[in-house]
């Protein structure tokens, strides 16, 4: 059974540092984009970041680009979202998620990401 669990959220200041991981188990996700969604309050979820299966490209959302940054390791079957200058507008709960289509080609749309964990909730106080 597939598997995917979030850690690393927390309450942190505005300015401050936080590093999300994502442990997939179940299968293996090396030849499939993984990805970060996160949903606020109120609001839809939205695509945040995602990365191709080889850690060669990497796609982001335009509010979170030069502050955060998406890895994975496909040795042990993660990935990690370091998220810098965080901002109140950041607060929401952070998912990652798996594409379930095996290539290299980045989707942001949520209907094709097959796998989901279920979240991590990251509170930025201003």
């Known amino acids: ?3 995917l669990v979030e850690s690393g959220g927390g309450l942190v200041q ?3 540092s936080l590093r999300l991981s994502c442990a997939a188990s179940g299968r293996s996700f090396f030849n499939n984009v ?3 969604f996160r949903q606020a309050p109120g609001k839809e979820r939205e695509f945040v970041a995602a990365i191709s299966w080889s850690g060669g490209s990497t796609l982001y959302t335009d509010s ?3 502050r955060f940054t998406i890895s994975r390791d496909n040795a042990k079957n993660t990935m990690s979202l370091q998220m810098n200058s965080l901002k109140p507008e950041d607060t929401a709960i952070y998912y990652c ?3 379930g289509r095996r290539g ?3 989707r942001i749309g949520i209907p094709a990401y097959d796998y989901w ?3 991590t909730q990251v509170t930025v106080s201003s």
């Open 64 to 66: 979170v680009k030069g």
């Open 97 to 99: 998620a798996v594409d």
């Open 1 to 3: 059974q597939v598997q």
């Open 14 to 16: 505005a300015g401050g």
């Open 104 to 106: 290299s080609t980045i």
């Open 34 to 36: 993984m990805g970060w």
């Open 117 to 119: 964990g279920q979240g």
